[in-house]
């Protein structure tokens, strides 16, 4: 006999989440594609425009990558000149990383593409519906890196209200 759930709610978001997740990521990769991004490159330009840029090592902490993978990940986006690494002045050992300007203009194009998929993907919610959805996955995230919600610094997407336009 199968044991039954004391306690079960009614509903369970993780199904839900794990769908709306991937048809976002999918969504995501789509138009990130053109600007040859994919989603790790959006999250770390994302945290250096938040962080007013950061050492290599401090960057590999706050986006939880080993170091191999950080230095991967910063030649792709060095050898499109989105960022610039150098030595830091204080310590030689130490690699400072900075966006560059294409790097916020094209960080910039990337989050205007990505209001059109938040706008297709989340159509059936209104503005304040978005609003209180993204407090609630904020919070559920524990806060998570603050640089990783789009909105820190970053160009407004809706012109004169209307979602999407840039």
């Known amino acids: 006999m199968p044991a039954v759930p004391v306690d079960q709610p009614e509903h369970r978001s993780a199904p839900l989440l794990d769908h709306l997740a991937r048809r ?9 594609a053109p600007l040859g991004l994919r989603p790790r490159h959006l ?20 986006l939880e990558m080993d170091g191999t993978n ?9 050898a499109d000149r989105l960022i610039e ?5 204080e310590d030689r050992r130490r690699h400072v990383v900075e966006l560059t300007p294409a790097g916020e203009k094209r960080l910039g194009e ?5 209001a059109a998929v938040e706008d297709e993907v989340l159509g059936a919610l209104d503005a304040r519906q978005r609003e209180t959805l993204y407090e609630l996955l904020e919070r559920a995230v524990g806060g998570g890196p603050a640089s990783c919600a789009g909105a ?5 997407c809706s012109a004169a209200g209307e979602p ?3």
């Not at 950080?70 to 060095?78: A, C, D, K, P, Y």
């Not at 690494?85 to 002045?89: H, I, K, N, Q, T």
């Not at 990337?110 to 990505?114: H, K, N, Q, S």
Request: aromatic share 0%.
């Open 85 to 89: 690494r150098r030595r830091s002045p």
């Open 70 to 78: 950080i230095v991967g990940l910063l030649n792709e986006l060095e």
């Open 152 to 156: 820190a610094g970053g160009p407004s």
């Open 24 to 32: 976002m990521r999918l969504r995501v990769e789509t138009v990130l």
């Open 43 to 62: 999250v770390a330009l994302t945290v250096l425009r938040a962080q007013g840029g950061s050492s290599q090592q401090a960057l590999a902490g706050t």
């Open 110 to 114: 990337a989050e205007c593409a990505l």
């Open 164 to 166: 999407g336009a840039c």
